[in-house]
Structures are given as C-alpha cells and as structure tokens.
C-alpha cells in the first residue's frame, strides 16, 4: 500500500519572502541541503563586508553619465580601522574638509549626495550611481546640487560633515547596508536637512533595502529620493518631523521655497 503524501503547509509562503522558512528537519537538526546553503550564505555575507571598492570607478561611472563627482577620505585608514573603530567613518580627513570647504557657493548649494561602500561594497557598485543619477535627474532645476562626493569607508554620520563641510542646505548619503543572509547587496539612502556634527537619527529619513532583486528599484530610489529633497527643502526640516506620502513626483519650488 502506498504512502499519502501530505502537502507542504509552507508552498505558499516560500515564494512570498527570501526569508527562510519551512526548512523541514532531519533528527533535530535542519536538513543537510538546508544547513550547507546556510552556512554558505553566512559565508557569502561576512566576504562581502569584506569586499574592495574601488571608489575612482565609482567616479567615473558618474562621469559617463555626465554626474560630476569628487573623491574625499574618512578618517578610517584601511577596512580594519573602519571596522572596529565605526566613529572613523563617521568624519573627513582635514584635508578632504579643506577640498570640500573649497567647492561652497553663494548661493549655497541645495543638496549634496555622497555615495559610499559602508559595509556592502557591491551595492555601492552596482546601485550607487544609478541611484544618484535618477535622483539628480528627478530634481526640480531651481534646485542647486553638488558634485556627488565618493567616500570610501564611510558611517550614517558621514552625512552631516560632508553637508557641514560643503556649505550645503541638506545632505544625502547613500551607503552600502549590512549583509544578511538572503540579500549582499542593499543600499540605504540617508537624508539629512542642515547637516552638521551633532545630528542623531532623529534628525534623518532613511530608504532601505534599494536593489533589483525583491528590494526597491535603484531608478525609483532615486525618484523617491527626489521627491523628498524636495519636500524637505521645502520644509526646511527632515527626520521625525517630516511626513512625506511619496509616489506624486516633486514640484518646482521657487527659491523663497527652498529657503534661504
């Protein structure tokens, strides 16, 4: 007499998240396949914090796209340094202020976007640019932005002293998130509204989870994003005290709007 196969209570749930779930088990454990394909993704995440970047292909990237671009250095060294010592990334070198120092205007600029690896360097790779190029390109033309700064080794707090240091009135830093072991490659958008040292996360919006494989498209990131560096220009705040429903596509601002 053959066996009834039961169904599988979890078919319908796999297809709906990367998550793992309904494993199944062999003995107590999980099942070898299951357990091989984990340790490998636990493997593929720790060499992906690990990973180069190689922020002049970053610059010339942007270039090919017609997105001016300049490179500046935190004060973590190396990979180790940023890694152990998280407030490294989290400032510029003397130097790299000074060179940032130099590119202020009057008027100031609106907006200045930084891009960096963070702890994921692919999706820095493979989105940064993308994102910042549809973001630019979503922008009101009254709105002022600066040349894209690429900071290799870069922290969230990196956001408030480039704009502190570029004279400008908001800042927004793209960065590579942490690995997980279902996705290597998430960006994280960070925008701040008048950076400068001191500034927590209260003060910033974030966008997470921005890459082609069940995240948030890089060209609608950056659409988004546009929408709400408009808004919070607008405003003239960001963080908890902005509330943007967004999907309705920035409108041009005069420049008593965007404010002074």
Known sequence: MSEVASPDPWALLRPAT??????????????TAELLALR???????EAVLADFDAHA????????????VLAQTMAADRAEYLLQPDRGRQLTASSRS?????????????VLIISDGLSPEAAIHHGAE??????????????AAPVVVAPRG??????DVGSAAGARLA?????ERPGLSAIDGLSAYLEYDPRPGRTDADRNCISNIRPAGGLAPVEAGRRLAELVTASLERRLSGTGL??????GPQSLGRSSIGT
Not at 61 to 69: M, T
Not at 243 to 248: I, N, P, R, S
Request: glycine content about 12%; proline content about 8%.
């Open 40 to 46: 490998a993704a636990h493997l593929q995440a720790r």
């Open 99 to 111: 060179d940032l120092a130099a590119l202020q205007q009057e008027p100031p600029w609106d907006v």
């Open 155 to 160: 922290r969230v707090g990196l956001v408030s």
């Open 58 to 69: 970053i610059v010339a990237d942007l270039a090919a796209r017609g997105v001016p671009a």
């Open 131 to 144: 994102v910042a190029t549809a973001l630019l390109a979503g922008l009101p033309g009254n709105i002022l």
């Open 243 to 248: 509330k943007v429903e967004l999907g309705g």
């Open 172 to 176: 927004v830093i793209l960065l590579g």
């Open 18 to 31: 990367p998550a793992r779930v309904g494993l199944g088990r062999s003995g107590s454990s999980l099942p």
